[in-house]
DNA sequence: TGTACATCAGTGAACGCGCGTTCACTGATGTAC
DNA sequence: TGTACATCAGTGAACGCGCGTTCACTGATGTAC
Protein backbone atom coordinates (compact mmCIF):
# COMPACT_ATOMS: atom_id res chain seq x y z
CA UNK A 1 0.00 0.00 0.00
CA UNK A 2 2.20 2.68 -1.13
CA UNK A 3 2.11 6.67 -0.73
CA UNK A 4 -1.56 6.14 0.78
CA UNK A 5 -3.46 9.23 1.37
CA UNK A 6 -2.26 11.29 -1.55
CA UNK A 7 -4.74 12.30 -4.18
CA UNK A 8 -5.92 9.49 -5.18
CA UNK A 9 -4.70 6.88 -2.90
CA UNK A 10 -3.64 4.18 -5.37
CA UNK A 11 -4.96 5.13 -8.79
CA UNK A 12 -2.68 3.03 -10.26
CA UNK A 13 -4.24 -0.27 -8.95
CA UNK A 14 -7.59 1.76 -9.80
CA UNK A 15 -7.11 2.12 -13.23
CA UNK A 16 -5.72 -1.42 -13.79
CA UNK A 17 -8.79 -3.13 -11.95
CA UNK A 18 -10.57 -0.71 -14.26
CA UNK A 19 -8.76 -2.04 -17.38
CA UNK A 20 -9.91 -5.41 -16.48
CA UNK A 21 -13.39 -4.98 -15.49
CA UNK A 22 -13.96 -3.40 -18.95
CA UNK A 23 -12.10 -5.80 -20.89
CA UNK A 24 -14.15 -8.61 -19.05
CA UNK A 25 -17.44 -6.65 -20.29
CA UNK A 26 -16.75 -4.92 -23.53
CA UNK A 27 -13.80 -6.96 -24.95
CA UNK A 28 -10.46 -5.90 -25.79
CA UNK A 29 -11.46 -3.76 -28.45
CA UNK A 30 -14.16 -2.04 -26.34
CA UNK A 31 -11.86 -0.85 -23.98
CA UNK A 32 -10.90 2.41 -24.24
CA UNK A 33 -8.32 4.51 -21.71
CA UNK A 34 -10.44 7.33 -21.45
CA UNK A 35 -13.48 4.95 -20.33
CA UNK A 36 -10.81 3.25 -17.71
CA UNK A 37 -9.64 6.89 -16.25
CA UNK A 38 -13.50 7.72 -16.05
CA UNK A 39 -14.48 4.44 -13.94
CA UNK A 40 -11.24 5.23 -11.82
CA UNK A 41 -12.73 8.43 -11.10
CA UNK A 42 -9.94 10.54 -12.41
CA UNK A 43 -9.38 12.75 -16.06
CA UNK A 44 -8.03 10.61 -19.01
CA UNK A 45 -4.49 13.00 -18.74
CA UNK A 46 -3.96 11.41 -15.28
CA UNK A 47 -3.71 8.22 -16.42
CA UNK A 48 -0.10 8.96 -17.97
CA UNK A 49 1.77 9.91 -14.71
CA UNK A 50 1.19 5.73 -14.25
CA UNK A 51 1.57 4.18 -17.15
CA UNK A 52 2.70 5.16 -20.48
CA UNK A 53 -0.13 4.74 -22.58
CA UNK A 54 -3.36 2.79 -23.59
CA UNK A 55 -0.92 -0.55 -24.91
CA UNK A 56 1.17 -0.10 -21.70
CA UNK A 57 -1.85 -0.24 -18.88
CA UNK A 58 -3.28 -3.27 -21.15
CA UNK A 59 0.06 -5.19 -20.78
CA UNK A 60 0.35 -4.53 -16.76
CA UNK A 61 -2.81 -5.92 -16.66
CA UNK A 62 -2.01 -8.49 -19.00
CA UNK A 63 1.32 -8.93 -16.80
CA UNK A 64 -0.75 -9.45 -13.85
CA UNK A 65 -2.84 -12.18 -15.04
CA UNK A 66 0.13 -14.25 -16.21
CA UNK A 67 1.20 -14.10 -12.62
CA UNK A 68 -1.65 -14.87 -10.95
CA UNK A 69 -1.95 -18.32 -13.66
CA UNK A 70 1.72 -19.15 -13.32
CA UNK A 71 0.98 -19.26 -9.36
CA UNK A 72 -2.28 -21.22 -10.29
CA UNK A 73 -0.83 -23.54 -11.99
CA UNK A 74 2.44 -24.25 -9.47
CA UNK A 75 -0.41 -24.54 -7.14
CA UNK A 76 -2.24 -27.27 -9.12
CA UNK A 77 0.94 -29.05 -10.00
CA UNK A 78 1.93 -29.42 -6.19
CA UNK A 79 -1.71 -30.09 -5.24
CA UNK A 80 -1.36 -33.28 -7.34
CA UNK A 81 2.01 -34.83 -6.46
CA UNK A 82 3.49 -37.33 -5.89
CA UNK A 83 1.36 -38.48 -8.61
CA UNK A 84 2.34 -37.01 -12.10
CA UNK A 85 -0.91 -38.26 -13.42
CA UNK A 86 -2.76 -36.01 -10.84
CA UNK A 87 -0.62 -33.35 -11.12
CA UNK A 88 -1.27 -33.57 -14.93
CA UNK A 89 -4.79 -33.30 -14.80
CA UNK A 90 -4.66 -30.60 -12.17
CA UNK A 91 -3.08 -28.25 -14.58
CA UNK A 92 -5.83 -29.16 -17.02
CA UNK A 93 -8.12 -28.13 -14.99
CA UNK A 94 -6.49 -25.16 -13.45
CA UNK A 95 -6.27 -23.59 -17.27
CA UNK A 96 -9.97 -23.83 -17.49
CA UNK A 97 -10.26 -22.62 -13.52
CA UNK A 98 -8.28 -19.38 -14.51
CA UNK A 99 -9.99 -18.65 -17.34
CA UNK A 100 -13.31 -18.88 -15.78
CA UNK A 101 -12.40 -17.22 -12.37
CA UNK A 102 -10.48 -14.29 -14.54
CA UNK A 103 -11.87 -13.51 -17.53
CA UNK A 104 -10.39 -10.20 -17.73
CA UNK A 105 -7.28 -11.30 -16.95
CA UNK A 106 -7.58 -13.86 -19.51
CA UNK A 107 -8.97 -11.99 -21.98
CA UNK A 108 -6.15 -9.06 -21.52
CA UNK A 109 -3.26 -12.64 -21.92
CA UNK A 110 -4.49 -14.01 -24.53
CA UNK A 111 -7.20 -11.87 -26.71
CA UNK A 112 -5.70 -8.82 -26.73
CA UNK A 113 -3.34 -9.02 -29.01
CA UNK A 114 -0.66 -7.75 -27.10
CA UNK A 115 2.86 -9.90 -27.62
CA UNK A 116 4.03 -11.52 -24.79
CA UNK A 117 7.68 -9.83 -25.64
CA UNK A 118 6.73 -6.42 -24.85
CA UNK A 119 9.08 -6.61 -22.34
CA UNK A 120 11.16 -8.81 -20.89
CA UNK A 121 9.23 -9.31 -17.37
CA UNK A 122 6.30 -10.07 -19.16
CA UNK A 123 7.66 -12.88 -21.24
CA UNK A 124 9.60 -13.86 -18.23
CA UNK A 125 6.11 -14.63 -16.55
CA UNK A 126 4.19 -16.18 -19.34
CA UNK A 127 7.19 -18.46 -19.58
CA UNK A 128 6.94 -19.40 -15.89
CA UNK A 129 3.35 -19.97 -16.78
CA UNK A 130 4.05 -22.39 -19.30
CA UNK A 131 7.22 -23.70 -17.51
CA UNK A 132 4.92 -25.34 -15.58
CA UNK A 133 2.71 -27.56 -18.05
CA UNK A 134 5.60 -28.76 -19.77
CA UNK A 135 7.20 -30.15 -16.56
CA UNK A 136 4.06 -31.85 -15.80
CA UNK A 137 3.87 -33.12 -19.43
CA UNK A 138 7.42 -33.90 -19.19
CA UNK A 139 7.20 -36.04 -15.66
CA UNK A 140 3.90 -37.81 -16.78
CA UNK A 141 5.51 -38.66 -20.21
CA UNK A 142 7.66 -41.30 -18.26
CA UNK A 143 4.74 -43.59 -17.46
CA UNK A 144 4.13 -43.90 -21.13
CA UNK A 145 5.25 -47.29 -22.66
CA UNK A 146 8.30 -45.84 -24.63
CA UNK A 147 7.08 -47.29 -28.16
CA UNK A 148 4.30 -44.77 -28.13
CA UNK A 149 5.42 -42.15 -26.24
CA UNK A 150 5.17 -38.40 -28.07
CA UNK A 151 7.88 -35.81 -27.82
CA UNK A 152 6.37 -34.23 -24.27
CA UNK A 153 6.59 -30.85 -26.02
CA UNK A 154 3.74 -32.29 -28.06
CA UNK A 155 1.54 -33.91 -25.96
CA UNK A 156 1.89 -30.84 -23.57
CA UNK A 157 0.44 -28.77 -26.66
CA UNK A 158 -2.44 -31.12 -27.20
CA UNK A 159 -3.40 -30.56 -23.60
CA UNK A 160 -2.92 -26.78 -24.07
CA UNK A 161 -5.11 -26.73 -27.14
CA UNK A 162 -7.60 -28.69 -25.85
CA UNK A 163 -8.24 -26.57 -22.89
CA UNK A 164 -8.13 -23.37 -25.05
CA UNK A 165 -10.54 -24.54 -27.28
CA UNK A 166 -13.19 -25.35 -24.20
CA UNK A 167 -12.58 -22.58 -23.07
CA UNK A 168 -12.96 -20.04 -26.36
CA UNK A 169 -15.94 -22.58 -27.58
CA UNK A 170 -18.22 -23.45 -24.85
CA UNK A 171 -16.78 -21.43 -21.80
CA UNK A 172 -17.10 -18.27 -22.52
CA UNK A 173 -20.26 -17.00 -24.66
CA UNK A 174 -19.17 -17.61 -28.22
CA UNK A 175 -21.87 -15.92 -30.92
CA UNK A 176 -24.63 -18.13 -30.59
CA UNK A 177 -22.97 -21.07 -29.60
CA UNK A 178 -24.27 -22.71 -26.80
CA UNK A 179 -22.31 -25.36 -24.89
CA UNK A 180 -23.83 -28.60 -24.89
CA UNK A 181 -22.25 -29.94 -21.89
CA UNK A 182 -20.44 -27.94 -18.46
CA UNK A 183 -17.10 -26.75 -19.90
CA UNK A 184 -15.57 -28.82 -17.00
CA UNK A 185 -17.06 -32.05 -18.06
CA UNK A 186 -16.20 -31.67 -21.12
CA UNK A 187 -12.52 -30.85 -20.65
CA UNK A 188 -12.51 -33.76 -17.69
CA UNK A 189 -13.60 -36.32 -19.97
CA UNK A 190 -11.56 -35.11 -22.81
CA UNK A 191 -8.22 -35.13 -21.38
CA UNK A 192 -9.35 -38.49 -20.03
CA UNK A 193 -10.17 -39.96 -23.19
CA UNK A 194 -6.74 -38.46 -24.37
CA UNK A 195 -4.65 -40.35 -21.90
CA UNK A 196 -6.08 -43.76 -22.03
CA UNK A 197 -5.14 -42.93 -25.57
CA UNK A 198 -1.60 -42.60 -24.31
CA UNK A 199 -1.43 -46.01 -22.41
CA UNK A 200 -1.79 -43.87 -18.98
CA UNK A 201 -5.31 -44.58 -17.98
CA UNK A 202 -6.58 -48.40 -18.00
CA UNK A 203 -9.26 -49.36 -20.36
CA UNK A 204 -11.64 -49.94 -18.34
CA UNK A 205 -11.76 -47.00 -15.32
CA UNK B 1 -21.53 -11.95 -63.04
CA UNK B 2 -24.62 -8.92 -62.56
CA UNK B 3 -24.46 -5.95 -64.05
CA UNK B 4 -21.08 -6.10 -65.25
CA UNK B 5 -20.01 -2.74 -66.90
CA UNK B 6 -21.45 -0.23 -64.22
CA UNK B 7 -19.30 2.19 -62.68
CA UNK B 8 -17.48 -0.20 -61.01
CA UNK B 9 -18.78 -3.60 -62.29
CA UNK B 10 -18.95 -5.32 -59.18
CA UNK B 11 -18.29 -3.13 -56.67
CA UNK B 12 -20.15 -5.48 -53.90
CA UNK B 13 -17.93 -8.53 -54.48
CA UNK B 14 -15.15 -6.16 -54.13
CA UNK B 15 -16.04 -4.53 -50.98
CA UNK B 16 -16.30 -8.33 -49.24
CA UNK B 17 -12.54 -9.01 -50.82
CA UNK B 18 -11.13 -5.81 -49.74
CA UNK B 19 -12.67 -6.77 -45.97
CA UNK B 20 -11.68 -10.30 -46.04
CA UNK B 21 -8.21 -9.26 -46.94
CA UNK B 22 -8.15 -6.24 -44.28
CA UNK B 23 -9.14 -8.46 -41.55
CA UNK B 24 -6.69 -10.94 -42.85
CA UNK B 25 -4.03 -8.63 -41.91
CA UNK B 26 -5.05 -6.27 -39.33
CA UNK B 27 -7.63 -8.31 -37.61
CA UNK B 28 -11.35 -7.77 -37.17
CA UNK B 29 -10.78 -4.11 -35.25
CA UNK B 30 -8.25 -3.02 -37.71
CA UNK B 31 -10.78 -3.32 -40.16
CA UNK B 32 -12.82 -0.27 -41.25
CA UNK B 33 -15.17 0.70 -43.76
CA UNK B 34 -13.77 3.67 -44.83
CA UNK B 35 -10.05 1.69 -45.68
CA UNK B 36 -11.92 -1.31 -47.36
CA UNK B 37 -14.02 1.20 -49.59
CA UNK B 38 -10.57 2.89 -50.36
CA UNK B 39 -9.09 -0.10 -51.00
CA UNK B 40 -11.98 -1.13 -53.61
CA UNK B 41 -11.16 2.62 -55.09
CA UNK B 42 -14.24 3.79 -53.91
CA UNK B 43 -15.83 6.43 -51.54
CA UNK B 44 -16.71 5.42 -48.38
CA UNK B 45 -20.35 6.73 -48.83
CA UNK B 46 -20.34 4.12 -52.17
CA UNK B 47 -20.51 1.59 -49.44
CA UNK B 48 -24.04 2.29 -48.20
CA UNK B 49 -25.21 1.46 -51.89
CA UNK B 50 -24.78 -1.95 -51.19
CA UNK B 51 -24.45 -2.78 -47.07
CA UNK B 52 -26.09 -1.22 -44.19
CA UNK B 53 -23.29 -0.20 -42.64
CA UNK B 54 -19.64 -1.81 -41.67
CA UNK B 55 -21.51 -4.84 -39.66
CA UNK B 56 -23.24 -5.90 -42.02
CA UNK B 57 -20.31 -5.99 -44.36
CA UNK B 58 -18.25 -8.22 -41.94
CA UNK B 59 -21.28 -10.54 -41.36
CA UNK B 60 -21.45 -10.80 -45.38
CA UNK B 61 -17.88 -12.00 -45.35
CA UNK B 62 -18.16 -14.22 -42.51
CA UNK B 63 -21.38 -15.70 -44.55
CA UNK B 64 -19.39 -16.40 -47.21
CA UNK B 65 -16.44 -18.31 -45.01
CA UNK B 66 -19.01 -20.52 -43.55
CA UNK B 67 -20.55 -21.34 -47.42
CA UNK B 68 -17.24 -22.17 -47.95
CA UNK B 69 -16.23 -23.60 -44.82
CA UNK B 70 -19.69 -25.90 -44.88
CA UNK B 71 -18.36 -27.25 -48.62
CA UNK B 72 -15.40 -27.89 -47.10
CA UNK B 73 -16.34 -30.42 -44.16
CA UNK B 74 -19.01 -32.19 -46.73
CA UNK B 75 -16.32 -32.92 -49.49
CA UNK B 76 -13.94 -33.97 -46.38
CA UNK B 77 -16.68 -36.45 -45.12
CA UNK B 78 -17.52 -37.49 -48.41
CA UNK B 79 -13.87 -38.43 -49.37
CA UNK B 80 -13.98 -40.16 -46.35
CA UNK B 81 -16.46 -42.79 -47.10
CA UNK B 82 -17.32 -45.60 -46.81
CA UNK B 83 -15.08 -45.27 -44.12
CA UNK B 84 -16.89 -43.21 -40.79
CA UNK B 85 -13.51 -43.18 -39.23
CA UNK B 86 -11.73 -41.85 -42.22
CA UNK B 87 -14.61 -39.66 -43.23
CA UNK B 88 -14.28 -38.26 -38.95
CA UNK B 89 -10.22 -37.49 -39.04
CA UNK B 90 -11.21 -35.97 -42.94
CA UNK B 91 -12.89 -33.12 -41.50
CA UNK B 92 -11.03 -32.76 -38.34
CA UNK B 93 -8.01 -32.26 -40.94
CA UNK B 94 -10.68 -30.08 -43.01
CA UNK B 95 -11.04 -27.26 -40.17
CA UNK B 96 -7.35 -26.44 -39.91
CA UNK B 97 -6.96 -26.46 -43.52
CA UNK B 98 -9.93 -23.59 -43.88
CA UNK B 99 -8.05 -21.60 -41.03
CA UNK B 100 -5.40 -21.60 -43.19
CA UNK B 101 -6.42 -21.49 -46.68
CA UNK B 102 -8.85 -18.54 -45.50
CA UNK B 103 -7.50 -16.97 -42.89
CA UNK B 104 -9.49 -13.71 -43.50
CA UNK B 105 -12.97 -15.56 -43.72
CA UNK B 106 -12.17 -17.58 -40.84
CA UNK B 107 -11.13 -14.02 -38.31
CA UNK B 108 -14.32 -13.04 -39.48
CA UNK B 109 -16.32 -16.15 -38.61
CA UNK B 110 -14.49 -16.71 -35.36
CA UNK B 111 -12.88 -13.65 -33.73
CA UNK B 112 -14.92 -10.54 -35.20
CA UNK B 113 -17.82 -11.00 -32.39
CA UNK B 114 -20.25 -11.06 -34.77
CA UNK B 115 -23.16 -13.17 -33.59
CA UNK B 116 -23.93 -16.53 -35.83
CA UNK B 117 -27.94 -15.55 -34.92
CA UNK B 118 -27.15 -12.34 -36.72
CA UNK B 119 -29.61 -13.05 -39.41
CA UNK B 120 -31.56 -16.49 -40.08
CA UNK B 121 -29.49 -16.57 -43.26
CA UNK B 122 -26.36 -17.10 -41.46
CA UNK B 123 -27.40 -19.19 -38.94
CA UNK B 124 -28.71 -21.29 -41.74
CA UNK B 125 -25.42 -21.71 -43.19
CA UNK B 126 -23.29 -21.60 -40.07
CA UNK B 127 -25.69 -24.60 -38.41
CA UNK B 128 -24.99 -26.85 -42.05
CA UNK B 129 -21.29 -26.52 -41.45
CA UNK B 130 -21.49 -27.56 -37.85
CA UNK B 131 -23.84 -30.19 -39.19
CA UNK B 132 -21.40 -32.43 -40.60
CA UNK B 133 -19.17 -32.40 -38.30
CA UNK B 134 -22.20 -33.73 -35.73
CA UNK B 135 -22.90 -36.12 -38.51
CA UNK B 136 -19.46 -37.65 -37.95
CA UNK B 137 -19.32 -38.05 -34.64
CA UNK B 138 -22.66 -39.90 -34.44
CA UNK B 139 -21.90 -42.35 -37.26
CA UNK B 140 -18.59 -42.75 -35.71
CA UNK B 141 -19.79 -43.52 -32.01
CA UNK B 142 -21.76 -46.91 -33.50
CA UNK B 143 -18.17 -48.17 -33.55
CA UNK B 144 -17.26 -47.52 -29.99
CA UNK B 145 -17.84 -50.38 -27.51
CA UNK B 146 -21.47 -49.10 -25.96
CA UNK B 147 -19.61 -49.25 -22.46
CA UNK B 148 -17.12 -46.32 -23.38
CA UNK B 149 -19.30 -44.15 -26.12
CA UNK B 150 -19.78 -41.09 -24.49
CA UNK B 151 -22.20 -39.05 -26.14
CA UNK B 152 -21.86 -38.22 -29.57
CA UNK B 153 -22.35 -34.25 -29.25
CA UNK B 154 -19.65 -34.37 -26.51
CA UNK B 155 -16.77 -36.07 -28.55
CA UNK B 156 -17.78 -33.83 -31.19
CA UNK B 157 -17.18 -30.95 -29.10
CA UNK B 158 -13.71 -32.66 -28.07
CA UNK B 159 -12.40 -32.56 -31.48
CA UNK B 160 -13.83 -29.40 -32.32
CA UNK B 161 -11.92 -27.85 -28.83
CA UNK B 162 -8.72 -29.44 -30.25
CA UNK B 163 -9.20 -28.65 -33.79
CA UNK B 164 -9.58 -24.73 -33.04
CA UNK B 165 -7.37 -24.78 -29.98
CA UNK B 166 -4.70 -25.97 -32.16
CA UNK B 167 -5.55 -23.61 -35.04
CA UNK B 168 -5.41 -20.66 -32.53
CA UNK B 169 -2.42 -21.07 -30.33
CA UNK B 170 -0.47 -22.68 -32.98
CA UNK B 171 -1.86 -22.10 -36.63
CA UNK B 172 -2.10 -18.68 -36.77
CA UNK B 173 0.99 -16.16 -35.21
CA UNK B 174 -0.21 -16.21 -31.72
CA UNK B 175 1.67 -13.31 -29.57
CA UNK B 176 5.19 -14.51 -29.10
CA UNK B 177 4.34 -18.11 -29.31
CA UNK B 178 6.09 -20.27 -31.65
CA UNK B 179 4.60 -23.39 -32.52
CA UNK B 180 7.29 -26.51 -32.07
CA UNK B 181 5.59 -28.49 -34.16
CA UNK B 182 3.47 -28.18 -37.80
CA UNK B 183 -0.01 -27.63 -36.97
CA UNK B 184 -0.82 -30.25 -38.86
CA UNK B 185 0.96 -32.87 -37.17
CA UNK B 186 -0.31 -31.49 -33.91
CA UNK B 187 -3.55 -32.09 -35.05
CA UNK B 188 -3.41 -35.26 -37.01
CA UNK B 189 -1.40 -37.24 -33.42
CA UNK B 190 -3.70 -35.23 -30.96
CA UNK B 191 -6.69 -36.75 -33.03
CA UNK B 192 -4.95 -40.01 -33.56
CA UNK B 193 -4.54 -40.11 -29.30
CA UNK B 194 -7.30 -39.40 -28.81
CA UNK B 195 -9.33 -41.90 -30.86
CA UNK B 196 -7.09 -44.89 -29.64
CA UNK B 197 -8.34 -43.43 -25.90
CA UNK B 198 -12.24 -44.03 -27.16
CA UNK B 199 -10.63 -47.66 -28.51
CA UNK B 200 -11.77 -46.70 -32.66
CA UNK B 201 -7.98 -47.41 -33.28
CA UNK B 202 -5.71 -49.95 -32.30
CA UNK B 203 -2.64 -49.67 -29.67
CA UNK B 204 -0.06 -50.42 -31.62
CA UNK B 205 -0.92 -48.86 -34.91
C1' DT C 1 -30.42 4.77 -86.17
C1' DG C 2 -30.91 8.69 -83.24
C1' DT C 3 -32.78 11.32 -79.54
C1' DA C 4 -34.99 12.07 -74.98
C1' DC C 5 -35.57 10.36 -70.77
C1' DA C 6 -35.20 7.41 -66.44
C1' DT C 7 -32.33 4.98 -63.45
C1' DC C 8 -29.28 4.59 -59.83
C1' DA C 9 -24.10 3.63 -58.62
C1' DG C 10 -20.85 6.47 -56.97
C1' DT C 11 -19.36 11.49 -55.49
C1' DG C 12 -17.82 14.94 -52.36
C1' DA C 13 -18.64 17.75 -48.73
C1' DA C 14 -20.09 17.83 -44.27
C1' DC C 15 -21.46 16.16 -39.55
C1' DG C 16 -20.76 14.80 -34.76
C1' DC C 17 -18.19 11.70 -32.07
C1' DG C 18 -14.89 9.72 -29.00
C1' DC C 19 -10.51 8.54 -29.20
C1' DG C 20 -5.36 8.97 -27.46
C1' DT C 21 -2.28 12.28 -26.30
C1' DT C 22 0.05 17.06 -24.95
C1' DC C 23 0.67 20.79 -21.98
C1' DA C 24 0.89 24.46 -18.72
C1' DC C 25 -1.35 24.67 -14.48
C1' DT C 26 -2.84 23.97 -9.50
C1' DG C 27 -3.29 22.64 -5.14
C1' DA C 28 -2.97 18.94 -1.60
C1' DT C 29 0.62 16.50 0.72
C1' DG C 30 5.17 15.80 2.72
C1' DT C 31 9.46 17.86 4.53
C1' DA C 32 13.16 21.07 6.25
C1' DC C 33 14.19 24.33 9.37
C1' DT D 1 4.96 23.96 17.05
C1' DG D 2 4.73 26.89 13.07
C1' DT D 3 6.14 28.59 8.68
C1' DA D 4 8.19 28.38 4.03
C1' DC D 5 9.16 25.61 0.46
C1' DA D 6 9.45 21.50 -2.77
C1' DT D 7 7.17 17.79 -4.80
C1' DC D 8 4.29 15.75 -7.99
C1' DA D 9 -0.56 13.49 -8.66
C1' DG D 10 -4.28 15.01 -10.94
C1' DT D 11 -6.74 18.97 -13.76
C1' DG D 12 -8.89 21.01 -17.67
C1' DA D 13 -8.59 22.75 -22.00
C1' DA D 14 -7.06 21.85 -26.35
C1' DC D 15 -5.24 19.23 -30.45
C1' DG D 16 -5.53 16.43 -34.62
C1' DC D 17 -7.30 12.22 -36.24
C1' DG D 18 -10.03 8.83 -38.49
C1' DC D 19 -14.10 6.89 -37.83
C1' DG D 20 -19.16 5.74 -39.46
C1' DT D 21 -22.81 7.87 -41.44
C1' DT D 22 -26.01 11.47 -44.06
C1' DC D 23 -27.29 13.97 -47.97
C1' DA D 24 -28.14 16.46 -52.13
C1' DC D 25 -25.82 15.91 -56.32
C1' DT D 26 -24.01 14.12 -60.91
C1' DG D 27 -23.10 11.73 -64.69
C1' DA D 28 -22.50 7.18 -66.99
C1' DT D 29 -25.42 3.49 -68.42
C1' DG D 30 -29.64 1.33 -70.07
C1' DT D 31 -34.15 1.84 -72.37
C1' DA D 32 -38.33 3.59 -74.87
C1' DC D 33 -39.86 5.54 -78.80
Redesign the pocket.
Known amino acids: MP??????????NALVEAAIELIKEKGPTG???????KQA??????????F????DLIAEAARQGYEIFADLMEYAYDSGQPSDLASFEATGRAYLAFANKYPGHYVAMFESGISINRTPELAAVAQRAFAVLEKAADRLSEHIPPEMRPPPQMFSAHIWAMSHGVVELFARSAPGTKSPFPPEDLLETGIGIYLRGLGLIPPDS
Open positions: KRGYHHGDLRFTLSEAAGVTPAAVYRHEGRE
